[in-house]
């Protein structure tokens, strides 16, 4: 069956550019979370959907970013005036519900801002 | 200070040495996940647990609640295992996920 899927791959932007990135869960997952690589770093927590609650946004790093989950499926990530230290993949993953189930990965989409 | 700390960073083995690869938190946990990144590629999940022992093929992965560890454990290792290995917990109700830092494996033929 078809994964978590993210678009676009890649994204090169000017800084003080808007930006959108887009994820497309596995169909009955009900959990959805946004993560961020910067080059050689961990992986960072952004935003987490589960249902129809209200999404926890305690990782997000600025009011620059904004992520939404229409009716409980795609989730969209904003970056608004994107500047440098926003460069980085961003990693969008679904789960059956929450923490507590396999986590399953999309391929990430990777954006430079020059 | 991170709420989860792997070594060693980096690893480097031969075909067929049996790695270990150890992870300790900070935190009171719900579970523990150990994930897998191929280089220019994406995370697969190995296992999660939150007690005990989980083997899967060649993989095997071990917590000890007290001593808030775990090891990720590969078995006749091989070249295709070469990627990097992440430790990450989830805390509280299972949305709060803190990762480490990641551990780099080469195994050499």
């Known amino acids: 069956g078809a994964g978590v899927s993210q678009s676009p791959s890649n994204k090169v932007t000017e800084k003080g550019k808007d930006v959108e990135l887009r994820c497309d869960p596995i169909s009955g997952h009900t959990a959805l979370y946004w993560y961020r690589q910067s080059l050689g770093q961990g992986l960072e927590f952004l935003i987490y959907?589960?249902?129809?609650?209200?999404?926890?946004k305690s990782g997000l790093p600025s009011d620059r970013f904004s992520a939404e989950r229409t009716g409980g499926s795609v989730s969209t990530l904003t970056i608004q005036r994107t500047q440098q230290e926003d460069s980085a993949v961003y990693l969008c993953a679904s789960s059956l519900v929450g923490g507590y189930n396999e986590q399953f990965f999309g391929p990430g989409t990777r954006l430079t801002v020059l | 200070k991170n709420e989860v700390e792997q070594s060693p960073q980096n690893l480097t083995a031969q075909e067929g040495e049996f790695i270990t690869i150890n992870c300790s938190y900070s935190v009171g946990i719900s579970a523990l996940h150990w994930l897998q990144q191929h280089p220019g590629g994406g995370i697969v999940s190995l296992f999660m647990l939150s007690s005990g022992k989980k083997k899967h093929g060649r993989l095997i992965a071990t917590i000890n609640i007290q001593e808030k560890h775990s090891s990720l454990h590969i078995t006749a290792s091989h070249p295709r295992d070469s990627a990097v290995y992440i430790c990450a917990v989830t805390v509280g109700t299972g949305n709060q996920f803190y990762f480490g830092t990641g551990t780099s494996l080469t195994v050499i033929p």
């Open positions: 959907f589960q249902g129809n609650s209200a999404p926890d």
